[in-house]
């Protein structure tokens, strides 16, 4: 179909092209011009250099009163790209998007009250996944702070529990200080996202403070190196295990330790299992790389778990969506435990080996401690995984034809959508069946290409977090992977996508759902049902309306030519998949159960 698309926004211009050259020369005379030379400008200018000081090229956010100053001044500083987002959980959940992509910190913005509070969700996300983020928000002039004001809000006392530093900035002259040590603790030891209110009177004020150099926080400092004794305790327990294991998480992407795992599993003959968050770290190819675990992971990786006689956890925190039931999980393993935060160590799961650091320095600082194993090590323990995994791999409720002939399934529609990307798009989940699936079925190959939204689980993630993902990567096609019920919790961010041209593609898997509450509603509570049917939109409808092509499939046969046609669009595109309504993700590991206590099949389900 052929569809008038709206007026396009502000472009981030080609490589080579003059337009991008004179980007780059603004770039470069607004860090000059932000030297310490006592040159007098406002707030809003010294946070616009600070940004771009940090590197930071794209911003996501919404206008309102006190933010204002900012946006009078943005169009003086062409390196930075402002993306008008539709609501400002959309610009929380695209910076957390480009930030997971690209590596770098994400940046939103917003003003105060609603503005404020719409980026509390976004906010949460990126501090339970370990996200690099700096949230910004504008508040009323400082002289009216604490009478309620219109749209004053206490946005500090909200968010102070889900960031790792949060910071009200009243004087003008402290902005050059508080965006250097914001992105510098964003973005050290543990990742995580940093707020900075800043009130109305401190955009306007004038300035001639100086960006600092460096930044000193002598109560800021992340141990990155592992002690000594036990990385000798660490290679001692490696040395002597018969069934490892490696439990590889999200802490190996941040750190940027994908092939110091692979070198370090290599070394050893140790097979690697992954959190949802973990999926990425090393390629499904890899002959060691074994699956993902936990209450939808595949049962094959759960029994590993269980029956190994060492973990050795790298950069992941045992939630209980890995662990289930604590007193029955891991019963004959001893645990090593890598990670740069301290306080997760220990906290859910008792741990017989701590390792405290970054765990790239740490695999690489225990790599020469330990015995190389040959190719043919630990025969008769591999032979054992090879027969669980075929097993697994192999039961009744993998695959679209053996579940039911005809039926357009989720899992053969993820297992298409990896094979036709190459297994290298970025693939960004919204939360529910699909995000279980897709982690499972995808065939994930390269680090970075899975994004998703683990401790928190919210919906509405998938489409904003790949509008970010898109920007933050562009070398790579970036697809929107979502529920009907997600979709619809921030589908005004179609809007987004086409006014900028932004190439994401979505795919709803639509089983007129909120499906995992359905699943859990049938196995979990009997069979009875309640707010579980989800009816939604015409989606192509929807989508002519935001001026984005659209294509709807009924039919497993229809699904390479849908995918192909969304590929070659310029721009965002969209296709419709009507899935089965009554699927399920199987295993499945109920609440207050162990990773023993898996259901398997319908029958199980059924039986109770």
Known sequence: MTLTRPETGRHVPAEGTAA???????????????????????????????????????IFGYPGGVILPLYDVLDDHPALRHVLVRHEQGAAHAADGYARASGRVGVCLG???????????????????????????????????????????????????????????????????????????????????????????????????????????????????????????????????ERPLILAGHGILLADACQALVDFAERTRIPVAHTLLGVGAMSELHPLSYGFMGMHGWKHVNRAIQSADLLIALGMRFDDRVTGKVSTYAPRARIIHVDIDPSEIGKNVA???????????????????????????????????????????????????????????????????GELTDHDATLVADVGQHQMWLARYAGFRRPNSHLSSGGLGTMGFGLPAAMGAALGRPDKETWAVVGDGGFQMTVQELMTLAQDRIPVRIAI?????????????????????????????????????YGVPAWRVVRPEDVDAAIAAARA???????????????????????????SDLIETWGEAAAG
């Open 509 to 545: 898997l639509d089983n007129k759902k909120l499906g995992m509450i359905r699943q859990w509603q049938e196995i979990i509570y009997g069979g009875k049902y309640h707010s579980a049917h989800l009816p939604g939109p015409d989606y192509l409808k929807l989508a002519e309306a």
């Open 20 to 58: 991008a050259a004179e980007v780059e020369h603004a770039r470069s005379q607004m860090l000059s011009d932000a030297r310490p030379r006592g040159r007098r400008r406002i707030g809003a200018d010294v946070l616009c250099e600070g940004l771009i000081r940090q590197g930071v090229d794209v």
């Open 569 to 595: 669009t310029d721009g965002p595109a969209l296709v419709w998949f009507e899935i089965a309504e009554t699927q399920n993700v199987f295993p499945m590991m109920p609440a207050g159960k162990g990773l």
């Open 111 to 241: 003003t105060s009250g609603p503005g404020a509070t719409n980026l509390v969700t976004g906010i949460a996300t990126a501090q339970l996944d370990s996200v690099p983020m700096v949230a910004i928000t504008g508040n009323v002039p400082g002289a009216l702070i604490g009478k309620d004001a219109f749209q004053e809000i206490d946005i500090t006392g909200i968010t102070l529990p889900m960031t790792k530093h949060n910071e009200l900035v009243r004087d003008a002259d402290d902005l050059p200080r508080v965006i250097a040590e914001a992105f510098h603790i964003a973005r050290t030891g543990r990742p995580g996202p940093v707020h900075i209110d800043i009130t109305k009177d401190a955009l306007m004020a004038e300035t001639s403070a100086a960006h600092p150099e460096s930044v000193g926080l002598p109560g800021f400092k992340p141990t990155f190196d592992g002690h000594p004794r036990q990385l000798r305790l660490a290679a001692e327990a490696i040395d002597s295990a």
């Open 351 to 417: 741990v017989e080996v701590p390792i405290v650091g970054d765990v790239k320095r740490v695999l690489r600082a225990l790599r020469p401690l330990i015995a190389e194993r040959s190719a043919d090590a630990r025969q008769a323990y591999f032979a054992e995984l090879a027969e669980w995994r075929a097993a697994s791999e192999g039961s009744s409720w993998h695959g679209s034809g053996s579940w039911r002939e005809g039926i357009l399934s989720a899992d053969y529609v993820i297992g298409r959508l």
